[in-house]
């Protein structure tokens, strides 16, 4: 028989040829950290099924990697749509959003209601499949055939989703009679899915799961109950304006109806910068707005979209620097690398910045501090400022939302904003679209604009950007008095002739190209639009240029 090479690491093996990855790990008994749950193979993500017939490198993705992670979620899901499927052939599973560390599914036109007797029997019957090892069967079949799968399966949904594939095969997958799409790889069996818990939740399912690089532990529940309540809210919006699906986004866009559809998008985002805008006039002791979100959800256009609209009900925005009020470099906190962390909040002066804003609500005048980046110390000699009956102070930060920021300042004053591009598209019923993936897309387009930065340094600085978010703004979005969606139905289509490019410039040899083949992989799914109908206020206008709130760079 023919033997093959792998290479691991620093080691070396022989196998047979056509040995899958995952023969491969029993036969030697590869042990690992963290669960093994794909593989990159000569730089291209692989399933664990793939099969060897050649000379190759190997690298395993595993729980802590966010595609580790990605494979897990999918996975299970296919594993839960599997066994309400089973039940209730009649239902239909949703795949909604990301929420309070799981995913929300609903169960649509279910024959008996959803309670705790139908969730204990969906989960009993979730892990009974896990302890027999069902295989998951990854296969290639024609476009025409995966229609007639998905025709008899009654998934109508899948059908927009193959044609819109620039390919003539479609891959599917297959868990004992159920079939499915889903894009990405999956775990070889059910075997693996040992780590979940299934809880009821708003007439839905919560589907949980472990977090990254902690795959032996659920992670506390926390209860995101402002978060889902935007979700729901553009669902339904979604619904009324019949664009649930990329099938039904790439149709209106085929029919040359977007900008129609864009500008109802726009207007209803700006009725929510007003409506807050009223809520702050409406309560006058609400002088300081605090506005935070995680990186590329768009707060700086917000920033000047709710200023104008606080300028409409006769109130003065007044834009603070928290920058300004960063401790000297030599006080600055050092992070786990040994490095000045400047993200943490103790890099800013609490005691300065609380004794200011309390004399300001105080009416007394101030004179804000300024800080020298080239030398890393904070000097005198700022703009005086004192704090009038028809003016608010706007800060826009990290932090914002962390009641420590702002701990000597009481809540009748505080009035606190969190703001995140939230996806409420999704490419099908079972295939949801990831906000962090939404948001990495429309930083890209950013960074390369604005910041000369390859796509490439964009990918290889993203994991420390997510870990910043992790620890400093996703802990406090449910402090917030207003939840702000800045997500656009159409911003991936007009974003798609802009980083497809982009992402086609990252070669094989790329650490980063399996991330950059997925992304590519991803964004095709959507028709590309050109930007000249995007408003020159829109939110998008922040990444792509053109915004009338920001001179060209």
């Known amino acids: 028989m023919e033997q093959v090479k792998i290479k691991l690491e620093d080691r070396e093996f022989l196998v047979e040829k056509d040995t899958s990855i995952i023969d491969f790990i029993n036969f030697y008994g590869i042990q690992h950290s963290s669960p093994i749950l794909g ?9 664990l099924n793939y099969k060897v017939n050649e000379d190759i490198e190997l690298k395993f993705i595993d729980y802590n990697s966010p595609v580790g992670v990605e494979i897990y979620r999918k996975s299970l899901l296919l594993l839960f749509i599997k066994v309400c499927e089973e039940f209730y052939p009649e239902a239909n599973v949703i795949v909604r959003h990301s929420i309070n560390k799981g995913v929300f599914c609903e169960l649509r036109n279910c024959p008996v209601p959803i309670n705790e007797e139908l969730r ?24 025409e055939e995966a229609k007639e799968i998905f025709t008899k399966l009654d998934q109508p949904d899948k059908i ?10 479609v891959t599917i997958y297959s868990c004992g009679d159920w079939s499915d799409y889903f894009y990405g790889y999956l775990v070889p069996n059910s075997s693996f899915l040992t780590m979940f818990e299934l809880k009821l939740y708003e007439g839905g399912f919560i589907v949980r799961y472990p977090q990254k690089g902690d795959f032996y532990h659920l992670p506390p529940y926390t209860d995101q109950k402002k ?12 619904e009324i304006l019949g664009v649930e699906n990329v099938t039904m986004l790439n149709k209106i866009i085929k029919q040359g109806r977007i900008r129609e559809y864009m500008m109802i998008a726009e207007a209803l985002q700006e009725k929510k910068y007003a409506k807050i805008a009223d809520m702050i006039k409406e309560n006058p002791d609400k002088k300081i707005v605090l506005i935070a979100g995680p990186s590329s959800s768009g707060k700086t256009t917000s920033s000047y979209r709710l200023t104008v609209q606080l300028m409409v009900n006769g109130i003065k925005a007044i834009p603070i620097a928290l920058d300004d009020y960063f401790v000297n470099r030599d006080r600055t906190p050092i992070g786990e690398d040994g490095k000045p962390d400047f993200e943490s909040l103790y890099a800013v002066d609490l005691d300065l910045f609380n004794q200011h804003l309390k004399m300001l609500l105080n009416g007394e005048e101030v004179e804000l501090p300024i800080f020298d980046f080239k030398v890393g110390m904070r000097k005198v000699g700022g ?53 962090s993936d939404s948001r990495l897309l429309r930083r890209m387009v950013r960074d390369y604009k604005y910041r000369g930065h390859s796509p490439e340094r964009t990918l ?11 620890k400093n703004i996703f802990p406090y ?16 289509s007009v974003l798609r002739p802009i980083v497809e490019p982009l992402l086609e410039e990252i070669k094989p040899d790329s650490n980063f190209y399996p991330k950059a083949k997925a992304m590519l992989n991803f964004i095709r799914y959507f028709e590309p639009v050109q930007s000249e109908g995007v408003p020159e206020n829109s939110i998008i ?13």
Not at 541 to 553: A, D, H, M
Request: aromatic share 10%.
């Open 477 to 492: 979005q449910e402090n917030a008095d207003v939840v702000f969606n800045s997500a656009m139905f159409y911003e991936i």
């Open 383 to 435: 703009r005086k400022l004192k704090l009038e009956e028809n003016q608010v102070l706007i800060f826009e930060g990290i932090h914002a939302l962390n009641e420590e920021l702002t701990r000597d300042i009481p809540q009748e004053n505080k009035f606190k904003i969190y703001i995140s591009a939230l996806t409420s598209l999704s490419i099908d019923d079972h295939n949801s679209i990831s906000t």
């Open 39 to 47: 593989a990159i193979v000569n730089n291209e993500s692989k399933s």
């Open 120 to 143: 204990k029997r969906i989960d009993e019957r979730m892990r009974e499949l896990v302890n027999d090892k069902i295989p998951f069967v990854r296969r290639k079949v024609t476009k």
């Open 160 to 169: 927009g989703v193959i044609d819109s594939l620039n390919r003539d095969t």
């Open 227 to 238: 978060l889902f309540e935007i979700f729901k809210e553009f669902k339904k919006w979604n």
């Open 460 to 470: 290889e600085l993203w994991d420390a950007v997510r870990r910043g978010e992790d």
């Open 541 to 553: 206008r922040e990444f792509i240029g053109g915004s009338c709130f920001q001179p060209e760079e």
